[in-house]
């Protein structure tokens, strides 16, 4: 296959997955502390310390909210297409950065096969069709690691191959933190002992790629530090919820038992290939040679794989999608190691595959007008065109897979079945997923209550930015005129309708200097209510 026609199957398979009905979903999860803090920056023109409801928030560095401002800035929009492209275009650059940069270690049919497995692996792109923190720090380090690879197999100058990936490293620390090292550590010792170069890794040049990571990070952190006031309220409040997962109070039981299975589900489909080529591993049918270097790459992208499955199976507050940074190394494991394995054995994973394949052709098929008809409403004619284009374009690549790339692996075919299927079944299934519209409709509600041209000002002091993520999507879908203070904020003069928890009414009322009350009601989303003070006109 040509590099053109690769590239071009890699970019419509990206867009098949990852943009169909991309900003229809209601806000979920914490996307929403992702926007806001963008929308503030850009509103204030404040870059270095983020900020909700006008009011510090440091649970995470700032980089997500820097592209999410610069994406919205672009765009000339704010909407929920424009946050969520930033994850998604990150996934396109780490499948391109593993095409490109690994085309001369692999060849050019594997890494473009690596590439279509990232882009396929289900958690991945639940998280790249959100704008979380995990697609864009699971990226960086992924090019990271790429670029380490390909740097280093070449055989390149120390200074390139300690140096440049730390770039990526770094950026990763102003997403969330160091804990990337917990994965980037093992690989290079897997590495670098399987090759028998454990002594590189004490080379000047190491070391002076720790201090470029370091002095990517280092400037917000004193920036931010200086315009806070205290690192408590900075980086060490970020530190703290770091540690936090490693609380032994917090343990969530049932959660914790069962995170071993969750996070083998979480690289589906590609465990089962996976678990294939470790049992040939374990039978001793693909030892690694220490003077081959790649050998020794897939060896260390093992041990960062089993490293780090081990370290979030016994963290207390580990949740499967910790380990999403290490995907991308796992992705190169399964991949490399499946065209290793001796031909009958492979045979006859082929043959299983083939069936498995074809049952994925039809639940990709059927489950659309499944889901359809479940959700028992009129489909709108837009999802009735996505289910179209799914199933023809489902049709035209099994077409394909059974003629023009007939030869090519099971996985090959599995990766662009999934990607053809992902056009008419993303978008009708997240219509099961979330909460539906329903913040959407309460802030309608509240704009309805609201008289012509008021300002409605909602009181997001620290118990509702801290315990009730899902009501700061009101901020969000509450339209102009609409702002937000917190605890520290002056409520402007031009405010009709004051909104908050009925617990912090005394502190809303302190807020009202010169302003008097014209009457009070509750509303109630999704079983918190809110306090609602409407306002005198001032004179």
């Given at each position: 296959m040509?590099?053109?026609?690769?590239?071009?199957?890699?970019?419509?398979?990206?867009?098949?997955?990852?943009?169909?009905?991309?900003?229809?979903?209601?806000?979920?999860?914490?996307?929403?502390?992702?926007i806001?803090?963008?929308?503030?920056?850009?509103?204030?023109?404040?870059?270095?310390?983020?900020?909700?409801?006008?009011?510090?928030?440091?649970?995470?560095?700032?980089?997500?909210?820097?592209?999410?401002?610069?994406?919205?800035t672009?765009?000339?929009?704010?909407?929920?297409?424009s946050?969520?492209?930033?994850?998604?275009?990150?996934?396109?650059?780490?499948?391109?950065?593993?095409?490109?940069?690994?085309?001369?270690?692999?060849?050019?049919?594997?890494?473009?096969?690596?590439?279509?497995?990232?882009?396929?692996?289900?958690?991945?792109?639940?998280?790249?069709?959100?704008?979380?923190?995990?697609?864009?720090?699971?990226?960086?380090?992924?090019?990271?690691?790429?670029?380490?690879?390909?740097?280093?197999?070449?055989?390149?100058?120390?200074?390139?191959?300690?140096?440049?990936?730390?770039?990526?490293?770094?950026?990763?620390?102003?997403?969330?933190?160091?804990?990337?090292?917990?994965?980037?550590?093992?690989?290079?010792?897997g590495?670098?002992?399987?090759?028998?170069?454990?002594?590189?890794?004490?080379?000047?040049?190491?070391?002076?790629?720790?201090?470029?990571?370091?002095?990517?990070?280092?400037?917000?952190?004193i920036?931010?530090i200086?315009?806070?006031?205290?690192g408590?309220?900075?980086?060490g409040?970020?530190?703290?919820?770091?540690?936090?997962?490693?609380?032994?109070?917090?343990?969530?039981?049932?959660?914790?038992?069962?995170?071993?299975?969750?996070?083998?589900?979480?690289f589906?489909?590609?465990?089962?290939?996976?678990?294939?080529v470790?049992?040939?591993?374990?039978?001793?049918?693909?030892?690694?040679?220490?003077?081959?270097?790649?050998?020794a790459?897939?060896?260390?992208?093992?041990?960062?794989?089993?490293?780090?499955?081990?370290?979030?199976c016994?963290?207390?507050?580990?949740?499967?999608r910790?380990?999403?940074p290490?995907?991308?190394?796992?992705?190169?494991?399964?991949?490399?190691?499946?065209?290793?394995?001796?031909?009958?054995?492979?045979?006859?994973?082929?043959?299983?595959?083939?069936?498995?394949?074809?049952?994925?052709?039809?639940?990709?098929?059927?489950?659309?007008?499944?889901?359809?008809?479940?959700?028992?409403?009129?489909?709108?004619?837009?999802?009735?065109?996505?289910?179209?284009?799914?199933?023809?374009?489902?049709?035209?690549?099994?077409?394909?897979?059974?003629?023009?790339?007939?030869?090519?692996?099971?996985?090959?075919?599995?990766?662009?079945?999934?990607?053809?299927?992902?056009?008419?079944?993303?978008?009708?299934?997240?219509?099961?997923?979330?909460?539906?519209?329903?913040?959407?409709?309460?802030?309608n509600?509240?704009?309805?209550?609201?008289?012509?041209?008021?300002?409605?000002?909602?009181?997001?002091?620290?118990?509702?930015?801290?315990?009730?993520?899902?009501?700061?999507?009101l901020?969000?879908?509450?339209?102009?005129?609409?702002?937000?203070?917190?605890?520290?904020?002056?409520?402007?003069?031009?405010?009709?309708?004051?909104?908050?928890?009925?617990?912090?009414?005394?502190?809303?009322?302190?807020?009202?200097?010169?302003?008097?009350?014209?009457?009070?009601t509750?509303?109630?989303?999704?079983?918190?209510?809110?306090?609602?003070?409407?306002?005198?006109?001032?004179?």
């Amino acid at each position: 296959m040509s590099s053109r026609i690769a590239f071009l199957l890699l970019c419509l398979s990206w867009a098949a997955i990852y943009l169909p009905a991309l900003g229809e979903a209601e806000l979920r999860g914490e996307e929403v502390r992702r926007i806001l803090p963008a929308q503030g920056m850009l509103e204030s023109n404040d870059w270095i310390v983020p900020r909700i409801a006008g009011e510090v928030y440091a649970n995470k560095p700032p980089l997500i909210n820097w592209a999410v401002a610069a994406m919205f800035t672009l765009t000339g929009s704010d909407s929920e297409f424009s946050a969520r492209l930033v994850s998604s275009l990150a996934m396109l650059a780490l499948a391109l950065a593993a095409w490109l940069l690994l085309r001369k270690s692999i060849g050019e049919d594997r890494s473009l096969l690596l590439a279509l497995v990232i882009l396929t692996t289900l958690t991945l792109i639940s998280k790249g069709r959100l704008i979380e923190i995990e697609a864009i720090f699971t990226a960086l380090f992924g090019i990271a690691c790429f670029l380490w690879i390909r740097l280093w197999t070449d055989g390149r100058s120390p200074w390139l191959i300690w140096t440049l990936p730390y770039l990526f490293l770094g950026l990763g620390c102003l997403v969330k933190g160091p804990v990337h090292l917990l994965f980037w550590v093992p690989f290079l010792i897997g590495t670098l002992r399987t090759a028998r170069k454990l002594r590189t890794l004490f080379h000047p040049a190491h070391l002076a790629g720790l201090l470029l990571m370091v002095l990517v990070v280092s400037p917000w952190v004193i920036l931010n530090i200086r315009a806070v006031g205290t690192g408590d309220a900075s980086v060490g409040n970020w530190a703290e919820e770091l540690a936090i997962r490693g609380d032994l109070s917090r343990m969530e039981w049932d959660r914790w038992l069962t995170n071993p299975f969750k996070i083998l589900g979480s690289f589906l489909p590609w465990t089962v290939p996976l678990f294939f080529v470790l049992s040939q591993r374990w039978k001793g049918q693909l030892p690694f040679e220490s003077d081959r270097r790649l050998d020794a790459v897939i060896a260390g992208g093992l041990i960062a794989t089993a490293t780090g499955y081990a370290l979030i199976c016994l963290l207390p507050g580990g949740v499967p999608r910790y380990l999403m940074p290490v995907f991308p190394l796992s992705a190169l494991v399964t991949v490399e190691l499946f065209f290793r394995i001796p031909e009958a054995a492979r045979l006859r994973y082929e043959r299983l595959a083939k069936g498995l394949n074809r049952a994925l052709f039809v639940l990709l098929l059927a489950a659309p007008s499944l889901m359809m008809g479940l959700r028992g409403e009129k489909p709108e004619g837009l999802r009735v065109a996505f289910v179209i284009a799914g199933f023809v374009t489902l049709v035209l690549v099994a077409l394909l897979c059974q003629t023009l790339w007939k030869s090519k692996s099971s996985l090959f075919h599995a990766s662009l079945l999934i990607a053809a299927g992902s056009i008419s079944l993303l978008p009708t299934i997240q219509d099961f997923q979330g909460e539906g519209d329903l913040f959407r409709k309460a802030a309608n509600e509240v704009e309805s209550i609201a008289p012509p041209g008021s300002r409605i000002v909602y009181y997001a002091d620290e118990v509702f930015r801290n315990r009730f993520t899902r009501q700061l999507r009101l901020l969000y879908y509450t339209r102009e005129p609409s702002s937000a203070i917190g605890e520290n904020g002056i409520l402007p003069k031009d405010a009709t309708l004051f909104i908050g928890l009925p617990e912090a009414e005394a502190a809303m009322r302190a807020k009202l200097v010169g302003r008097s009350v014209d009457g009070e009601t509750t509303m109630e989303v999704r079983r918190v209510p809110l306090l609602v003070l409407r306002l005198a006109p001032t004179t």
